[in-house]
């Protein structure tokens, strides 16, 4: 396959040749595997991505946290296994690594819904107010933000700022709104949401509460303000994972994309997680879970290939990438 022809698709599909008595999996691990021993490479996944893929990975975790691990080690690239902004956030805390990016196609629902043109023009139309972006933005957001948060860090960060600042808070309206009640604040939000997060069900919820009694709900904070209502525990998906790993409950209601459930159930065998479906699936056809698309491109057919070629890879222009790596500065000084 032609370079132009993996640009046009944004991964590169090569084929490959497995030897006999060995399956697709097993061999395409094992590939991978040394390709990271030849080229002093790391994988990191995402909570959400796959099983197999978070079974090879040197880190797994929220996004930021595994950009962060990443430019503590002195391997000279990284697979970011995740979506595109995610890849984009390693390479502003590693610029001098090689950073990959297995599907560049893997976007982001949340980060999409605001773009940087969007948010300098509401900028100026508020002259007055520090922007506060959360993590799951474009590098060209984070330029235009005076400060990053997470979902973990949120409440931490907004309630050191004085009492009397204005704030923009965006671009995910559920967590702005959660964190407005929690600290009393009036930030304004930016009306921008996880497609994932947003389709979680209140009445399966409820049923599943009646199915499963002793059942802890979680819930993340993406998720709209009626379900973070009925959960007994809210927050990002390491607060989640955190909790199950050290809580004598044995069930869990988990509303976060289903692709947690991997990494709950490798490190809790003895418990069972139960994921909250979405109101309606893409197809129309109720489903058991509620899975990001997105996250589910990275494969480990696209893993090997990009360790192969080095490619995608993530560059990010020097001028945004100055701006944008302050505001996750000013989180780090503050969380």
Known sequence: MLKTEW?????????????????????LKEEIHKLCKEKDAIILAHYYTIGDIQDIADFVGDSLALARKAAETDARMMVMCGVHFMAETCKLLSPDKIVLCPDLNAGCSLADSCKAEDLKKYKEEHPDYQVISYVNTTAAVKALTDIVVTSGNAKKVVDQLP????????????????????????????????????????????????????????????CKGPVLELADIKGSTATMLNYVQNSDKKQFIVATEAGILHEMQRTCPDKEFIPVPPEISESGLECSCNECQY????????????????????EINQEVAKEAVKPIERMLQLS
């Open 7 to 27: 640009k046009e698709q944004g991964f590169i599909n090569e084929p490959i040749n497995i030897p006999d008595g060995k399956s697709e999996t097993e061999y």
């Open 295 to 314: 996250m589910k491109m990275n494969t480990l057919l696209k893993v090997y290939n990009c360790l192969k070629y080095e490619w995608p890879n993530i």
């Open 163 to 222: 009492k009397d600042a204005k704030l923009i808070f965006g671009p995910d309206y559920n967590l702005g709104n959660y964190i407005n009640g929690v600290t009393g604040r009036q930030m304004l939000l930016w009306n921008g949401g996880c497609h994932v997060h947003e389709l979680f069900s209140v009445v399966k919820i409820l049923e599943l509460k009646k199915q499963y009694s002793d059942a802890v709900v979680m819930a993340h904070l993406e």
